[in-house]
């Protein structure tokens, strides 16, 4: 991950099986595949993602990513405003989500944005999302080529 004031940059592999919890960002999240593929669910619509695709997670939008294939996914995010710095600087939840984080600016500047609250995970039954019955749907982002 690379930081700035505006917007954080991530490469990220995600491993055939990889599955996150349903959560939510206090930031704009733009992805690109690079290899392989990815669903993706924003609230109850899925996004079947492959590689050359971008996607948009809109800020506090409750979401969550599961890679059903064989191979892993290589993606490339960016996220404005950036993480905060205290997400960045804790040491225990970097390394539960394998996160390495350069910093490319001083200590000194001063965002020009709001800087976003963080991560939240969220109790995707108390929003109305059943989390299996979304996974089973087909992919409607794809179209022309079948998939």
């Known amino acids: ?37 990815m669903w993706t669910f924003v609230g109850e619509q899925p996004y079947h993602l492959k590689a050359g695709d971008f996607h948009r997670v809109p800020r506090n939008a409750i979401h969550w990513s599961w890679n059903r294939g064989s191979v892993p996914c290589l993606t490339m ?45 969220i109790d995707a039954a108390r929003h109305g999302i059943d989390v299996a019955a979304v996974e089973t749907l087909p992919p409607v982002n794809r179209t022309g080529d079948g998939a």
Not at 2 to 9: D, K, M, Q, Y
Not at 21 to 34: G, K, T
Not at 95 to 116: M, W
């Open 77 to 121: 995010e960016a996220a404005s405003p950036p993480p905060p710095a205290e997400m960045l600087d804790n040491q225990e939840l970097g390394e539960q989500l394998g996160l390495r984080c350069t910093r490319l600016h001083g200590e000194s500047e001063i965002a020009a944005v709001r800087p976003s609250n963080g991560l939240f995970q």
């Open 1 to 37: 991950m690379a930081v700035g004031n505006e917007c954080a940059l991530y490469v990220i592999r995600r491993d055939p099986g990889y599955h996150t919890r349903p959560h939510a960002h206090d930031y704009e999240q733009i992805s690109y595949i690079v290899e392989g593929e």
